[in-house]
């Protein structure tokens, strides 16, 4: 089956960029996700990216894709104290199927 | 309206109890998401019901009985858990094309003693 995967733990200082990763094993899905998860609450998406492109850029947020690598990455440029959260990668792998990252613990430090 | 609303937010039960954990949202949304998370755990797919029918369990025990009475709302129905059934319920709706942006509730966190 789809295997996601992400390193666990990230800290970055206040105003530096935060770049999380992500692998995955299955290059079917048409989008890849990126959601946000803080203490206590749902996930919130945050971007995606069309598995035909190689970057998005949207406000402080860049993705790049590498599909011959099935490699996934989110930069958040100047990073702020409130995107402390768990960060998950998702994909598709079959219809409504979403398969999510081990996710991304990212501490900002001020 | 982009919210999916749960209810109850926490619920403590016990073994032999019956609860039911109800999810809305008025996004017109035809598919919607029932998922485990454990802490620090990624979500688990529950079951996945898409225009009214049931297209996915993931072998779900019995114990957990998902209702999905018309396509704004979303039941999980539950019966006689167990304490490793403790944890974050999240339900998630999407508009039904299978390809598409999840949008998620704030769940319900519950404790089985």
């Known amino acids: 089956g789809e295997d996601v995967e992400q390193s666990l733990f990230l800290s970055v200082r206040e105003g530096d960029s935060s770049v999380i990763n992500c692998t995955y094993t299955d290059s079917s899905s048409t989008y890849l996700y990126w959601y946000k998860q803080e203490p206590g609450a749902g996930l919130q998406l945050l971007t995606y990216i069309f598995s035909n492109m190689d970057m998005k850029q949207d406000q402080r947020l860049t993705v790049l894709l590498n599909k011959k690598d099935k490699h996934l990455s989110l930069r958040i440029a100047d990073t702020q104290t409130g995107d402390s959260a768990i960060y998950f990668c998702?994909?598709?792998?079959?219809?409504?199927?979403?398969?999510f990252g081990t996710g991304t613990r990212l501490k900002v430090l001020a | 309206d982009t919210e999916v609303t749960q209810t109850p937010k926490h619920l403590v039960m016990g073994m032999t109890n019956k609860k039911s954990l109800k999810c809305e949202q008025h996004m017109g949304h035809r598919a919607m998401y029932w998922y485990k998370q454990k802490a620090k755990k990624p979500p688990e797919l529950m079951f996945v019901y898409s225009y009214e029918k049931l297209s996915i369990n993931e072998s779900v025990p019995s114990r957990f009985s998902p209702e999905c009475p018309n396509s704004s709302l979303l039941n999980l129905h539950l019966h006689a858990l167990q304490p490793e059934d403790s944890a974050l319920y999240l339900c998630?709706?999407?508009?039904?094309?299978?390809?598409?942006?999840?949008?998620f509730g704030s769940g319900t966190q519950l404790s089985v003693l």
């Open positions: 998702a994909v598709l792998s079959g219809t409504y199927k979403y398969i």
């Open positions: 998630a709706s999407s508009q039904g094309f299978g390809n598409e942006k999840l949008f």
